[in-house]
T-cell receptor
Framework: NAGVTQTPKFQVLKTGQSMTLQCAQD?????MSWYRQDPGMGLRLIHY???????DQGEVPNGYNVSRSTTEDFPLRLLSAAPSQTSVYFC?????????????FGEGSWLTVV | KQEVTQIPAALSVPEGENLVLNCSFT??????LQWFRQDPGKGLTSLLL?????REQTSGRLNASLDKSSGRSTLYIAASQPGDSATYLC?????????????FGKGTHLIIQP
């Protein structure tokens, strides 16, 4: 049971480039989300999804796009990378959005935009 | 809006000591509170989940308590070991949280000295 798998682990981008961070879970969880973690800022929610075909914005959605075509996958797209998007990105999943569920995190993706 | 505070931000203690990490939240209408551990360069791992109707949860040397009326949760670590060194985060789940109902604290960075 792999849990939540994120790829790539590390990535360096040039300003203006686009890329996709991949996230997959094998626990049949309905709820998936993307966070970024920055020093002194803690974890901030970018986008989340309560099921296939349903996505919504979090606290810091600008510059990011998501889609959820299957229950398993929730990719995060950076449309035109900016240095302010240098961060560690975490994908998470749980059984549902409602309270009472353990949250599982991926190992993280370290992104540097130069 | 829910706010979650963890004090202290960093803590260093000798091996073998029992210690308490604190987590306070401003909105007592929570569904649950979850404690996580984050090792350097890794994602978050769920340690304990306390439902709003519960007072405490235990797992091995870890015991987490919840007092909704005072807006506090504590994580008690018994007989600390160098392997317990990590950052510990708490997260409150409820209507007053972020877009996905979750509000994370910024964590307590714990160092256990051998």
């Amino acid at each position: 049971n792999a849990g939540v798998t994120q790829t790539p682990k590390f990535q360096v981008l040039k300003t203006g480039q686009s890329m996709t961070l991949q996230c997959a879970q094998d626990m049949n969880h309905e709820y998936m989300s993307w966070y970024r973690q920055d020093p002194g800022m803690g974890l901030r929610l970018i986008h989340y999804s309560v099921g296939a075909g349903i996505t919504d914005q979090g606290e810091v959605p600008n510059g990011y796009n998501v889609s959820r075509s299957t229950t398993e996958d929730f990719p995060l797209r950076l449309l035109s990378a900016a240095p302010s998007q240098t961060s560690v990105y975490f994908c998470a999943s749980s059984y549902s959005k409602a309270g009472g569920n353990t949250i599982y995190f991926g190992e993280g993706s370290w992104l540097t935009v130069v | 809006k829910q706010e979650v505070t963890q004090i202290p931000a960093a803590l260093s203690v000798p091996e073998g000591e029992n210690l308490v990490l604190n987590c306070s939240f401003t909105d007592s209408a929570i569904y649950n509170l979850q404690w996580f551990r984050q090792d350097p360069g890794k994602g978050l791992t769920s340690l304990l989940l306390i439902q709003s109707s519960q007072r405490e949860q235990t797992s091995g040397r870890l015991n987490a308590s919840l007092d909704k009326s005072s807006g506090r949760s504590t994580l008690y670590i018994a007989a600390s070991q160098p392997g317990d060194s990590a950052t510990y985060l708490c997260a409150a789940s409820g209507k007053g949280g972020g877009a996905d109902g979750l509000t994370f604290g910024k964590g307590t960075h714990l160092i256990i000295q051998p």
